[in-house]
């Protein structure tokens, strides 16, 4: 055979680099979404952590409750919250002065991530502060 008859292939030909180049772009289009959702996934429990933080601390500013009741509301950096109590029914209510007087304190953090509104609520049980007559102590 003749030199020119044994033709040697070196290299690539443009179809399998164009098949290459395609193979790499989906491997990549997956590698960024799947880090980008993951990201996401972060910055969400870190947002999510922070509401549950300020709902605790929000909480623990009173032991008690006044007779009254509780309702606040305020902003906290990215956060809107609102405390709202209402008497809980007990012995108390029931004409048992042995039992205290408990309040139903719900605390709501809402926020935004995107175009989607978060909220977590937290409730719990308080007792009624009891002031004794004639000092004129309010908190």
Do not use: C
Not at 47 to 68: F, G, I, K, W
Not at 112 to 118: H, I, Q, V
């Amino acid at each position: 055979m003749s030199r020119s008859g044994r033709w040697r292939q070196r290299g690539l030909s443009l179809l399998e680099l164009l098949v290459a180049f395609a193979i790499m772009a989906i491997a990549l289009g997956m590698l960024y979404k799947a880090s980008g959702s993951s990201a996401r996934s972060v910055s969400e429990a870190a947002s999510y952590q922070r509401a549950m933080s300020l709902a605790e601390s929000l909480l623990s500013m009173r032991d008690a409750v006044p007779a009254q009741g509780w309702n606040e509301t305020g902003q906290s950096a990215q956060f809107s919250w609102k405390i709202h109590s209402q008497p809980y029914a007990t012995l108390a209510s029931q004409g048992n002065l042995a039992a205290p007087v408990l309040h139903a304190v719900e605390v709501g953090v809402e926020w935004s991530e995107g175009t989607r509104l978060r909220r977590i609520d937290l409730h719990t049980l308080r007792p009624q502060r009891n002031v004794p007559a004639g000092t004129g102590l309010q908190r």
